[in-house]
DNA sequence: GCGGCGCATGCAAGCGCTTGCAGTATTCTG
DNA sequence: CAGAATACTGCAAGCGCTTGCATGCGCCGC
């Protein structure tokens, strides 16, 4: 590998030029820039990642902490978080935490105290108190998104209002008799969010005057298996059937679509069906949803870590968190209420 | 964060003991590994990946390249080897290699030559020659998964004999107008795993003596909408209707199961499908498939890795490229064809 | 009893950069 | 036009580790 002396050599100035010709940092003539420039390049010159931090002690690298590596929501935020990283020239380190305790600790006490990032992006993970403590030892940048997190700066949609929304739309239609697949009351603690869901649903009835019927709440696993169980559930269920259905992920609102129609029930004739996320499958089977654009969750997560490291190296302050976009994407699985 | 020059004056010792006694190389009594390694835990030393790449040339990091961060066959090829890097003390640093000729050379002329990483695992990449030299050119391990490459170390399945399985047992089931849905002649450099499971397909057929008919191949792009679209063509057009398809990816396999219920048609009494890949989805729509176990893929190519890295440095012999195993998953999709 | 060997440890020289400080050259200010 | 400010560049001291070499010591074999 080619070292800064030989582009200092080549270009014949000291290694201290090159770095700054190199960095940005520091005065260095436009005619030298250039030289350096053109020697780097012809040499195909790199600076060395571990030489440059440890003398800078900067890492040109994000830490990304993600619950899980293979479900759609997950990945499609990493994807965005990816690539915004890497276009402003930074690395991505990833972590998964998973719910091994022990694995997670590992994470935290060594793996993220190796001073190999600059900072860190948490996705969507219900963080406990220590692992939040451990966090901020780090002395580090951290942004989360998902779940508001008092103690971290935070990059959240409202999910009250994401799901009031959802509810909302289905009650303009006249339905009344409105079911909700969501998160059991006691979960997991990586959810927080369904908690959060299940409260705009209630809120949307209530303000409606609906009351709440524990019967048309069924709890799923966020999976579309999930959602095709528990729709099953609501709609095999004497009695009380209900007309539509708000389900708290797009994956759980295909289950049940997949089940509606596997029970016969046209959909949006005989149910609406209504869900959140904005899953790439939602085109696919023209569900209503509320989109919160998980793409651009994650490029914004990046961006505003990468300005909070140029915030700090400017001395500028930081900015305050700030809330994510959401919207109601209407297509075909949700109708009037015909009487 | 604390340093190991804290670590050695607590523990009574020189830096060098305590490089000695964390790593693991070189001699130390069990007598003062101990107390270095209380020291170290008390005051919560981690070493500084930095200064430990810097000082030994060692990482413990490797990158991972990857074509899409959000569908579901690489993430969960990535998260096997994630989790299989980190058990092993590993960091990951992940590049997404997208179509971008531009985003893409600048990962191979730079990203990649920071001297961040030990190795590289290239994740169902189709690389271009001049990418590939590149890679070589980094004088790192590289594992490559997927497409065989003769100019890498690669781990892949014969995707051949694995379309092979998945047709014959169709043909088992006495089916013989067997349609396909695959990637068409022309496609993008990622993909050549497609062309190899059509090769597998047709001499499967041609081996039963079934001739094979252009009017029974349908192209998609591996995508559960584009299985469906492809289904509908099969199975709307007049004529020949097949009594079975066989799907290059379980995902578009899954667009074909939803196609014909559309239609009207029962699977597997009036239609066998049959996928490949074992998709998480496969058990929901109890679809046949031929599984090729992604979490093991990553996983196996994260050992591999470390493997050859460990051998390197005590210089043993690195071992041959490996191929990976896959097992005919029969769920209820396909069936034996009545008369 | 002595040379030789292997283990345990320390010394100190880097690894390849960045950056504070200092020295010059150049430009600006009044 | 003097004095000050500013731009450009180089020197050299680290950044926090790792590791080759040297040292000291106890033990072995003959």
Redesign the pocket.
Known sequence: ?V???EVARRA?????????A??G????????RERVETAAKSLG?V??SS??S?????TRNIGVLVPFLDRWFFSTVLSGTASALMRRGYDITLYNLTADREQRRSIFETFLRRQRVDGVIAISIELGDEETERLRELGLPVIAIGGPNPRLSTLTVDDVAVARLATEHLIALGHRDIAHIGASPEFDIDFHIPTRRRLGFEQALADAGIPARPSLFEPADFTIEGGFRAAKQLLGRPGERPTAIFAASDEMAIGALLAARELGYRVPEDLSVVGIDGHELGEFFRLTTVDQFPLGQGERAADAILDELEAKDAGTSREEPRHLPYELIVRGTTARLEH
């Open positions: 590998m070292s800064i002396d014949g100035v000291s290694t201290a030029t090159v770095s700054r190199l960095s940092r520091g005065h260095v003539s436009d005619a030298t010159y600076v060395s030489a440059s440890l003398a800078s002690g900067r």
